[in-house]
């Protein structure tokens, strides 16, 4: 299977605890995006990076999360200190030069 | 920020029914896309569109870039069982920065 995957697909913390999830994009694709989708939306955009570097970031991304894609291949997101209202499917997607994106699995975020 | 009104919420329509749903924003997008998602899973792309005016057919989908390239339009023809789930529009900016609709959930009564 050469699409997006991302890890884990579920889980499940306590408030005030660290999670970490991962993507893994297409190969040829140089553009990683995160997004956040809660019950009932769309996608909200949270991140982006070109290669290795994060071009763009959403008022939503608050200073307990981070990004990264250290060697332009697959990306981290970080939440730090979850709360409840971090609870959420959290989508990567990524694109060659065109538009076109490509979603992974998800990863569902249920905080206690 | 851009915001895009997707309608309607939700269809309940008979198989064989063909389906029309739309979205509509206050802001210009060079490219529309349109999503299916299904529950727990991510969503994939059914069709894109780059073009103001550009109509593009994939099997039993069409979908049209909006001449003001303000709104995009998804029709299915011969509805099927398992066109059931959620359709998402989602438009880009030429920055690359998307938004998404809130979703249409579709449902097919056999």
């Known amino acids: 299977d050469t699409g997006v995957s991302q890890d884990p697909r579920h889980k499940i913390t306590k408030r005030g605890q660290n999670v970490t999830f991962r993507c893994d994009p297409i190969?040829?694709?140089?553009?990683l995006y995160w997004y956040r989708q809660t019950l009932g939306q769309g996608p909200e955009f949270l991140t982006y990076?070109?290669?290795?570097?994060?071009?763009?970031k959403s008022r939503l991304l608050s200073d307990r999360f981070s990004a990264e894609r250290p060697k332009g291949s697959f990306s981290t997101l970080e939440i730090q200190r979850t709360e409840q209202g971090d609870s959420a499917m959290y989508l990567c997607?990524?694109?060659?030069?065109?538009?076109?994106?490509?979603f992974g699995p998800g990863t569902r975020l249920t905080v206690l | 920020g851009q915001q895009l009104n997707q309608s309607p919420q939700s269809m309940f329509i008979q198989e064989g029914e063909d389906v029309s749903m739309n979205c509509t924003s206050s802001?210009?997008?060079?490219?529309w896309l349109w999503y299916k998602q299904d529950p727990g899973e991510g969503p994939v792309l059914l069709i894109a569109?780059?073009?103001?005016?550009e109509l593009t057919s994939n099997g039993r989908l069409t979908a049209q870039f909006g001449t003001t390239r303000k709104d995009s339009f998804l029709n299915i023809s011969a509805s099927i069982p398992s066109d059931v789930g959620i359709y998402f529009c989602?438009?880009?900016?030429?920055?690359?920065?998307?938004?998404f609709g809130d979703g249409t959930t579709l449902t097919v009564k056999p």
């Open positions: 990076f070109q290669n290795e570097a994060q071009l763009e």
């Open positions: 997607a990524s694109s060659s030069r065109s538009n076109e994106q490509f």
């Open positions: 190969s040829e694709h140089n553009r």
């Open positions: 569109l780059y073009k103001a005016g």
């Open positions: 802001s210009i997008f060079n490219t």
């Open positions: 989602a438009g880009f900016t030429n920055a690359g920065k998307s938004t």
